[in-house]
């Protein structure tokens, strides 16, 4: 077989799994991917796509041009044991969308570019779980996800109907979703859907209308979260748009019961959940820990709180310690801060000479209509924390800093909120075992 040279950084590879099928080769950092059984690896669907045969012709070109390749027999499914530099050996796609709602329309200028960017890539809802609108794909890359079986898949629908679907997303294509989203389920790909929800816009009889038709698509589509819509104060020249208060919070509440207590009798399952934010600020009772059947959309911020303190509880039932000499702070976003106060108090019941202040860090730099923990940037945490004196640590919680990095969202790392506190400041998963453990021994995950 003959091999072009095509080599491309997106083909590079990092690093090799020790012992792996590419470790026996001599496959090392630096080599390039040029193909798998003659076909171009255009990304890394392609790579996992061609990890199910049993025996592949891999091209692998050396960092001094040679050619090499390889055949090789291994298991189906068994993987080469390759790590390229970047993940998706290809670049992300971006978003072309004006959503009426978008958050990234509402960022304030001169943050990290990375910030900026609005990805609405197919392959990184199947690999990292971003949602998609399926609005900036053509018919190749539809067939592809079909062709590929791609599944599980995240999909931001926000609405079925057609013209008020290309309205609130400002793409001409954005109507054609539900015939998208039946495509799929005729050869079952299972999805997950999330609506972002509007005041006025898309909720009420349209958000029934929303509901009644992703329900048809039941099971492929196997999950509906309802999320409502967030707004900074940096909307300049953008829609005119309303947040749910506790009345709207409570009629959406309402609605989505009613919708549960439908589906529940008509196919086993609630399907449609509403986040974690409607039932604090309409100050609605949260569902217990069963209702959530098995919390499909925590990511989306549904049952995080249920889940949470039901960790804690069984985590302070195990715990043989009955004493701690330690002042804590939890600093949380405004929205979770009674919730925070009865989980303190709850741990203070627990532990003889531990005192746990809750600190409700209010959002200044994106406006404080902006309520959750994750969107808390360094300055507003040092601030606001800096008048308190005698503790030993501050706790927070980890959606504070970047995913893979410990810095806030406004540049300042976890290094340099320390030192402007002069206290230590610890990450915390929203995981009550870890939460407990780090207050016992000091230690994170």
């Known amino acids: 077989m003959e091999i072009t040279n095509i080599k491309e950084s997106r083909n590079i590879i990092e690093d090799v799994e020790l012992g792996s099928i590419a470790d026996e080769l001599d496959i090392n950092p630096g080599d390039v991917l040029l193909s798998i059984n003659s076909k171009i690896i255009k990304d890394v669907i392609d790579y996992k796509y061609m990890m199910a045969d049993e025996i592949l012709i891999v091209g692998i070109e050396k960092p001094d041009g ?174 005119k748009l309303d947040t749910y208060d506790m009345n709207t919070s409570a009629v959406v509440i309402r609605d989505v019961e009613e919708m549960q207590k439908h589906f529940l009798e008509k196919i086993g399952t609630r399907y449609i959940f509403a986040s974690d934010e409607f039932y604090v600020v309409s100050g609605n ?90 969107l808390v940037t360094g300055m507003d945490l040092v601030k606001q924390v800096k008048g308190y004196e005698g503790f030993d640590k501050v706790i927070i919680p980890r959606s504070m800093l970047k995913r893979d990095e410990e810095i806030f969202l406004d540049n300042l790392t976890l290094e340099q909120a320390i030192d402007k506190l002069g206290i230590d400041v610890v990450p915390s998963n929203v995981d009550g075992n870890e939460l407990i453990k780090l207050i016992e021994t000091g230690v994170r995950s």
């Not at 709180?305 to 702070?329: G, M, N, P, Y």
Request: charged letters at 25%.
């Open 66 to 239: 040679e050619i090499w390749e390889f055949e090789i027999e291994k298991d189906p499914g068994e993987d080469l044991g390759i790590i390229f530099t970047n993940p998706l050996i290809d670049r992300a796609k971006s978003c072309n969308n004006k959503c009426m709602f978008c958050f990234i329309d509402q960022l304030p200028p001169n943050m990290r570019d990375t910030l900026y960017f609005k990805d609405d890539d197919s392959r990184l809802s199947f690999l990292q779980g971003n949602f998609i609108t399926l609005t900036n794909m053509g018919e190749d890359e539809i067939q592809r996800i079909i062709d590929y079986r791609l599944s599980p898949i995240n999909v931001s629908v926000h609405t079925t109907n057609p013209e008020l679907r290309v309205r609130m997303l400002r793409n001409k294509n954005a109507g054609k979703i539900f015939g998208i989203l039946k495509r799929f389920h005729e050869v079952n790909i299972e999805m997950n859907c999330q609506i972002v929800l509007v005041p006025g816009v898309n909720d009420g009889d349209e958000l029934k209308r929303t509901i009644k038709d992703l329900s048809s698509l039941y099971p492929s589509i196997h999950s509906v979260a309802i999320v409502p819509v967030g707004i900074t104060k940096y909307r300049q020249g953008l829609d």
């Open 285 to 374: 009772k949260l569902p217990e820990f069963d209702e959530y059947e098995g919390f499909p959309q925590y990511e989306n911020g549904v049952g995080l709180i249920r889940s949470f303190s039901t960790e804690v509880e069984k985590a302070l039932d195990r715990s043989t310690l009955s004493e701690l000499q330690q002042k804590l702070i939890f600093a949380t976003g405004t929205l979770a801060y009674d919730f925070m106060k009865r989980i303190a108090s709850m741990i203070m019941a627990k532990y003889k000479g531990l005192t746990i202040e809750v600190v409700p860090i209010k959002n200044k730099f994106f406006g404080e209509t902006i309520t959750v923990s994750g």
